[in-house]
């Protein structure tokens, strides 16, 4: 089959239709994705850079998720430490009311005691997250990273709030676990009674000054408790409120970082709606003139006629 020639003219306009059917189709891709580069064929050194901070974005996105479950492993150790506080505050208003009850009110208010103190160990070992306990033993650390970095973290000691740590001596000392008894629902060696509440002899003036006393030991033992209680506390909330700030920080770096991948890559809507309504009239015009072309070479066949 022979080659068909085109003139001058024709080759010139059909070249420049192709030229700007393939615009229009660059345009439209970018209407559609909102992409100018979406490969590494539109603008290599754009899409690869882009693609390097996407990629920061990410890693700093699951670093994120590892701050946030980090501020709810403390914030469970906070709403822990305060219902501690909430319990062994009744311990005290325990030891207050037993001051004015009769020998049986005493038993009674005994019992409690060591319900109460039943109790404040059992918080304590259910106060995990996700298998971490940071109430029941010195050894158990929280570390959260940053960032790649290794030096980019914080870690969180925990702390011994076990019966045998929780309760101090009006000296802030830990009482022993071998001091720790329970005998006829008495918490003996912790609050610093010798026998059962019941057992004191109110009617008896030494007696009851005896019982006053280590009242007031109990009362001081337990104060002193709250006071280490709330100062652990302290430094768990102020682990949170340093999570929540870098997990703000994390977020509005990666929004940054996010931002600048767009800046590279990301089509102005916009203008590219208004390319394609020039490149559609272009390509209008290029048709008419492809045939005004086409008109030009039928005007040499009437010769012929």
């Known amino acids: 089959m022979a080659d068909i020639t085109l003139s001058t003219a024709i080759r010139s306009n059909l070249l420049s239709l192709q030229s700007t059917a393939n615009f229009i189709d660059r345009t439209q891709g970018r209407l559609s994705t909102g992409l100018k580069v979406a490969g590494p064929t539109d603008d290599a050194v754009k899409f690869f850079q882009a693609k390097s901070l996407n990629n920061r974005a990410i890693d700093l996105g699951n670093r994120k998720a590892g701050i946030d479950q980090g501020i709810s492993a403390l914030e469970t150790a906070l709403k822990a430490a305060d219902a501690l506080e909430d319990l062994t505050g009744q311990m005290k208003g325990v030891v207050d009311s037993a001051r004015s009850g009769d020998s049986t009110q005493r038993a009674e208010f005994a019992t409690q005691l060591k319900e109460l103190a039943l109790q404040l160990e059992k918080l304590v070992n259910d106060a995990s997250y996700q298998g971490l306990n940071l109430l029941n ?8 990273r940053f960032s790649d970095k290794a030096t980019s973290k914080l870690d969180v000691d925990g702390v011994d709030f076990q019966a045998s740590a929780y309760f101090l001596n009006t000296a802030g000392g830990a009482v022993a676990a071998t001091s720790i008894s329970i005998i006829g629902g008495v918490v003996s060696g912790v609050l610093g009674f010798d026998a059962l509440l019941s057992a004191y002899n109110f ?36 682990n949170v409120a340093i999570l929540q700030v870098r997990s703000d920080f994390t977020a509005e770096y990666i929004g940054v970082l996010e931002s600048g991948a767009g800046k590279l890559t990301v089509a102005d809507l916009n203008e590219e709606g208004v390319n394609l309504l020039a490149l559609q009239t272009r390509q209008q015009l290029g048709i008419q003139a492809l045939s005004f072309a086409g008109q030009a070479e039928q005007s040499i066949l009437g010769l012929f006629r």
């Open 137 to 144: 033993s010195t050894a158990s650390k929280l570390s959260v």
């Open 203 to 238: 009617d008896d003036a030494s007696a009851l000054a005896s019982f006053n006393a280590r009242a007031d030991v109990a009362i001081s033992r337990l104060d002193e408790t709250i006071s280490n209680l709330q100062s652990k506390a302290a430094t768990l909330a102020t």
